[in-house]
C-alpha cells in the first residue's frame, strides 16, 4: 500500500516518468496526449528547458523572501507586467499560491474595501449555481459544485444564487442570440435584491467560461456587459475568476477583454507558471487600492510563500516563452482547427452533443436524445466513464460533469500544440467515442430513439 494519499483510494494509478510538449509517458513508456493540461494549467507544455534554467540560475541567487520583510525583483517585475496586460485600471497585484488562495483573498479584499469605505454590512457574497472557485473553505461557499461541496456539508455558505449561462439548458436558450445575454445576466440582478441590494451586497463572483464545473459554459454575447452595468447600478464590485481563461487559454491574455469589461477583482493562477511552480494572483482596480491606501493603509495578509522570488522568476521565464514563441497566436490558429474537429465528431456520434468553447478550452455533453437533450443516468456516470475510454487510448482528459447530470467533458490541450498533434488528439477521441457509443447504446436506447 502506498503511503501517498491519493484522490481515489480504489484506484490504481500510472506512475509519470517525463513529459516533453503535449506528450506525457509513465514508467511502462507507455505515451500520453495531455489534452487537458493536467488541470488546465500546463499551457506551455512539459519539459521546457528555458524555464528549468531560469528556476535554476534564481535559486542560485535566493528562492525565498518573507513579503512581511522584503520586496523582491522577480515579484516585482512581474506585477508590472501583469498589470500591463490586465485590462483597464486593474494596476495592483497581489500573489498567492493557488486558484482556491485568490478567491479567498478576493473575498477578503472586498470586504475589507467596504469596512474602509464605512459600510461594514456589505458581507454577501452571490455566485453561480454551476461554478469553481476552489477548494479552501470560502472559495467552495462560492462554489456551485455539488460533487465538492458535499465534503464539507453544513459548514459552507449557501453562495450560489444564480443560474448558469448554459443556453444549451436554459429557458432562454432559443431566443435570437443577440437578446440572450441581457436575459441571462438579469438573474444576477434578481439575486442582488433578494440579498438585501447595495446595502448587503459586497461582490459577485464569476467565470468568464465555466470550466470544471460545466465543460467550458460559454455566456452568449453582452453578458459580462450586462453583469458590469448590473453591479455598477448596485454598487457591488465584480469579481472576475479567471484561473483556467487567464494566461491565454481563450486567446486573449484575459477573457474579460472579449466583452471589453473590467473588473473590479481579477483572479488568475494555473497557466501563470505553467505548471511549473505553485502561482497565484489577485489583481485590483487602482480605486480599490486607493481606498485601504486612504483608511487603514494595509492590505490583507497573505502566505508564507505569496510573492516568493523562485516562483515569480519562473512566471516570468512562463511569460518570455509565451511571447517569444507567439503562444497566442498558436491558440487561434489552433482553436479553428479545435472547433471544427469536435464539431465533425458530434456529427458523427449521435450521443455528443453541445460543442462549446473558446481558444483551447473546450467542452460538451453526452446526451440519450438530443432533441430531448435527455443525459445518460446519473449513475452510469457519463463523464467517468468517458476519461476512462480516453485513457485507454493514451489520451487525457478532463471529467466536467458534475452532479446531478455527469455529463460532460472538457478538453484543454497545451497552448503548444502543434496542428499534427491535434490531428493525433482528435483521433484518439474518434476512438474513445466509438467506444461511449456503444455503451451508451447498451444502455436501453436504440439507434431509432436518436434524433
Not at 528556476?55 to 512581474?78: D, G, I, K
Not at 511569460?319 to 469536435?342: I, P, Q, S
Request: charged share 20%.
Amino acid at each position: 500500500m502506498s503511503a501517498l494519499l491519493k484522490n481515489d483510494l480504489a484506484k490504481s494509478y500510472q506512475t509519470v516518468a517525463r513529459g516533453k510538449g503535449v506528450w506525457l509517458w509513465d514508467t511502462e513508456g507507455r505515451d500520453y496526449i495531455d489534452g487537458s493540461s493536467g488541470a488546465m494549467t500546463a499551457n506551455i507544455g512539459h519539459g521546457v528547458a528555458e524555464i528549468a534554467d531560469a528556476m535554476s540560475a534564481q535559486a542560485r541567487e535566493v528562492a525565498f523572501a518573507f513579503t512581511a520583510q522584503f520586496t523582491n525583483a522577480p515579484a516585482e517585475e512581474l506585477a508590472r507586467r501583469l498589470t500591463a496586460l490586465a485590462p483597464g485600471d486593474l494596476d495592483h497585484v497581489f500573489f498567492v499560491n493557488s486558484g482556491s488562495e485568490a478567491s479567498e483573498h478576493a473575498m477578503r479584499l472586498a470586504l475589507q474595501v467596504w469596512r474602509e469605505r464605512g459600510r461594514p454590512g456589505k458581507t454577501r457574497f452571490i455566485s453561480r449555481q454551476r461554478s469553481y472557485h476552489g477548494m479552501t473553505m470560502g472559495a467552495l461557499s462560492m462554489s456551485g459544485h455539488d460533487g465538492r461541496r458535499g465534503d464539507f456539508g453544513d459548514y459552507l455558505h449557501a453562495f450560489p444564487e444564480v443560474p448558469p449561462a448554459y443556453a444549451f439548458r436554459s429557458h432562454w436558450g432559443d431566443l435570437p442570440e443577440d437578446e440572450q445575454g441581457a436575459v441571462a445576466a438579469a438573474e444576477w440582478e434578481t439575486a442582488i435584491l433578494a440579498a438585501g441590494g447595495a446595502d448587503k451586497v459586497a461582490a459577485v463572483i464569476a467565470e468568464p467560461i465555466v470550466g470544471a464545473a460545466g465543460g467550458a459554459l460559454v455566456p452568449p454575447p453582452g453578458y459580462f456587459t450586462a453583469l458590469r452595468e448590473i453591479c455598477d447600478r448596485h454598487d457591488v464590485l465584480l469579481i472576475a475568476d479567471e484561473v483556467i481563461t487567464g494566461m491565454g487559454r481563450t486567446g486573449s491574455w484575459f477573457a474579460s477583454g472579449f466583452e471589453g469589461i473590467v473588473p473590479d477583482i481579477l483572479n488568475t493562477a494555473k497557466g501563470l507558471s505553467a505548471g511549473y511552480t505553485p502561482m497565484g494572483a489577485v489583481i485590483l482596480r487602482a480605486p480599490l487600492v486607493e481606498t485601504i491606501r486612504q483608511g487603514s493603509g494595509l492590505a490583507p495578509y497573505g502566505h508564507t510563500f505569496s510573492g516568493n522570488p523562485l516562483s515569480a522568476a519562473v512566471c516570468l521565464a512562463v511569460l518570455d516563452y509565451m511571447e517569444a514563441h507567439n503562444v497566442l497566436g498558436n491558440v487561434a490558429a489552433r482553436a479553428v482547427e479545435m472547433e471544427a474537429g469536435l464539431k465533425a465528431l458530434q456529427q458523427r456520434y449521435a450521443h455528443v452533443a453541445d460543442v462549446r468553447g473558446r481558444g483551447l478550452l473546450w467542452g460538451f455533453e453526452f446526451v440519450m436524445d438530443r432533441q430531448g437533450k435527455t443525459p445518460p443516468p446519473a449513475e452510469f456516470n457519463a463523464t467517468g466513464t468517458f476519461v476512462d475510454l480516453c485513457w485507454e487510448e493514451g489520451l487525457v482528459v478532463y471529467p466536467a460533469g458534475i452532479k446531478p447530470l455527469n455529463n460532460a467533458c472538457l478538453i484543454s490541450p497545451p497552448l503548444v500544440i502543434t496542428a499534427d498533434e491535434l490531428t493525433e488528439l482528435l483521433a484518439r477521441m474518434d476512438r474513445a467515442l466509438a467506444k461511449m457509443e456503444t455503451r451508451l447504446l447498451a444502455l436501453g436506447q436504440g439507434q431509432d430513439a436518436l434524433a
